[in-house]
C-alpha cells in the first residue's frame, strides 16, 4: 500500500493551494500526517480549514500544489483517496429513519462492501463503539452522544486507514464528548490516523500534533505542549489566541 | 458497482416503507383525483333547465317545443311565461335558457318558408352556453328538416361524435389524469428525496464515499418509478373498474408509453433538486412545474386548438402534451404503435436531453 517515498505518511501536502476567484481560500500550505497520529487541524471560521479537508477528501481539486492522502495522489487519484479515508461531519450525517444498524448497512453499501463483510465490520463497530443494544433502534430516538457514535461507527465501516472528524463534538455533553476522546485513542492505537477539528481547545490538548490555521496558511504547527511551552503559555486556548490574534489590529 | 445501486435502492425504499402516511397519500390522492374529475367535474350536460315562450300557439309551434323537450338534455321548467320575466326565470334559476317561438312564427313559415325563433341563454357559464347554443342549433335544424320542402335550409349540419360517443367525461379525465399524476408523483418525490439529503447533510456523507452520480441517480429514484408506475396503474384499473373506460389498446403500450414519460417526470425532478435548496422549495417548483401545465395547457382540459396562439406554442414544449395525445390514442381509439410514434419520438427526446441536463447540473453541484 502506498507508495515508496511517502511510506509512513498518511497525509503529505506540499504549496496546496486553492482559489475561488480573486480570492485564495487556502495558500501554499505544507505539512505531514505520519500514521497512527491524532492530528488536531485548528483555526478560526473563514481560516481555511473546511477547504483544505474537502481538498484532502477529494470533495474539491486544488488550485496548484501536490500531496498524497493514503497513498493516493490528490491531483491524479482523487477518486481513489475517498476509498482510504473516513469522514464524520459535525452534523452526524444519519437517517433518522433508519436502525443503527441499517445506517451502517447503506454507508458500507455504497463503499461497494457486500453483505458478508458489512456484517463482519459492523458488528465489531457495535462491540467496540458499545452500540449492540441500539442497534436495532431508530437512530432519530437516539440522544446526541449515541448519534456521535452511530455517526463515527459509519466513517468506520468500510476499514478506512484515515478518519476525518469534522467538529466531531459540537453540540455533545462533557461526559459524551470525553468518552468520544477515549474511542479516539483508541482508533489511533489500532493504527488508524486521526484527523480532527475542533473549536474546544481542551481537546486540542489531547492530540499527538495540532495545527493552527490563520487567513488561508498554516500559522503554527507542533505538538500541544512544546506550543505551551515555547510561547511559555499554560493552556492552548491561550496559545490558540496568541496565535490567531497576532497581527490583528 | 450493482453493489452500491442495490444499496441505495434498499436505503429509498425502507425510508419509503417507514412513512406509510406518505405512501397512503402517494396512493390515495390518484384514486381522489380519479373520482373528482369522473364525477364532481363532469363536462358532460344534461337536463338542462329550459323555459318556453310560445306566443305562436300553433301546431307548428307545438311541434317545435315537443322536439326540444323530446331528448334528455332540455327540462322544459317554465311554459308561456310572460316575456317581461325572462330576466327572474334567469335570477331565481328557473333557467338557463329561454325559447322564444314569436307570434307570426307559423305564419312565416307558410309564407316564406323561413321563420325566426329567438334563444336566450344564461351565458355566465360560457362552456355551457355554447353546448346550449349548439343542441339548440340542432333540434332547429331536425325540426326544419322534418318540414320537408318548406324549409329554406338546404342542409343541416349534423356533427358526429366519434371515439367518445356519449361525449362521456370519464373516458376524457380518466387517461388524462394519469398524465397528471404520473409527471406530478415523479418529479415531486424525485426532488423531495434528493434535496432531503441536502438538507440533513448525509449528501455530503454520500459524496465523500466513492459511489458514482449514475449510480446515486439511479438507486434513489427507482422505487419513486415503481411507485409512480402503482399510481398510474391504479387510474387505469380504477377507471376502468368504475367508470368503465375501455382500452382499446394494447396495454403493454400503454406501460410502456408511461415508463418514458415517467423518466421526463424524474429527470425534472432531478433538475429541480440542483436548483432547490430545502424540500419546501422543491415542492412548490415540483408542483408549479408539473401540475400548471399540465392542466392548463397541455389539452388535459382545454383543447389545445383553441387556445390563443402563444399557449400553443408553450404547450408543444411540455412533455405532458404528447403523452395525452399518446395514451387517449390507446385508450380511446386503440391506437398502435405505428401511430403514435411521432409523439413518442418527441417524449424520448425530450428525456434525453433532460437526463443530459440533469446529470450535468448535478455533476457541478458535487464540485
Known sequence: ?249 | MNRILVSVFRKEMIHILRDPQSLVMVLLMPLLMLFLYGYAITLDMKSIDTAIIDESRTPESRSLAARLSAGDFFRITSRDAPLDTIGDLFESRTARCVLVIPSDYASRLMAEGGAKVELIIDASDPNAASFVDVYVGQVVAEESAARGGGGRLLFTVSPRVLYNPDMRSADFFVPGLIAVILILISTLLTSIAIVREKETGTMEQILVSPIKPGQMILGKVLPYTILGFLAGILILVGGSLWFDVPIKGSLLLVLGMMFIYTVTGISMGILVSTIAKTQAVAMLAAVMLTMLPVIMMSGFIFPVSSMPRVFQWLSAIIPATYFLEIIRGIVLKGSAFADIWRQAAILVGMDVLLIVASVRTFRVRLE
Open chain 1, 1 to 249: 500500500m502506498g507508495n515508496g517515498a511517502f511510506e509512513g505518511y498518511a497525509v503529505q501536502v506540499r504549496d496546496l493551494t486553492r482559489r475561488f476567484g480573486d480570492f485564495v481560500a487556502v495558500d501554499r500550505v505544507s505539512f505531514d500526517v505520519p500514521r497512527g497520529e491524532i492530528f488536531g487541524f485548528l483555526g478560526a471560521n473563514g481560516a481555511g480549514k473546511t477547504t483544505t479537508i474537502r481538498m484532502l477528501c477529494g470533495l474539491l481539486s486544488p488550485s496548484s500544489g501536490s500531496g498524497t492522502v493514503a497513498g493516493r495522489d490528490i491531483v491524479r487519484d482523487y477518486e481513489r483517496i475517498k476509498l482510504g479515508i473516513g469522514y464524520m461531519s459535525q452534523k452526524f450525517s444519519l437517517y433518522e429513519d433508519l436502525t443503527v444498524r441499517e445506517n451502517m448497512e447503506f454507508y458500507g453499501g455504497i463503499y461497494g462492501l457486500g453483505a458478508a463483510g458489512i456484517r463482519k465490520s459492523g458488528e465489531a463497530l457495535l462491540e467496540s463503539l458499545e452500540l449492540e443494544p441500539q442497534a436495532d433502534k431508530l437512530v432519530g430516538g437516539l440522544p446526541m452522544g449515541w448519534k456521535q457514535r452511530v455517526a463515527l461507527s459509519c466513517a468506520l465501516v468500510h476499514d478506512p486507514e484515515i478518519v476525518f472528524l469534522d467538529e466531531p463534538t459540537s453540540g455533545v455533553d462533557p461526559a459524551s464528548r470525553r468518552n468520544f476522546w477515549l474511542l479516539i485513542y483508541r482508533l489511533a492505537d489500532r493504527g488508524k490516523t486521526v484527523f480532527v477539528t475542533t473549536h474546544y481547545m481542551d481537546e486540542a490538548e489531547y492530540c499527538g500534533r495540532v495545527s493552527i490555521m490563520k487567513g488561508g496558511k498554516i500559522a503554527e504547527i507542533g505538538n500541544p505542549h512544546r506550543l505551551k511551552e515555547r510561547y511559555g503559555l499554560a493552556t492552548m486556548q491561550e496559545v490558540f489566541i496568541k496565535v490567531v490574534g497576532e497581527g490583528e489590529g
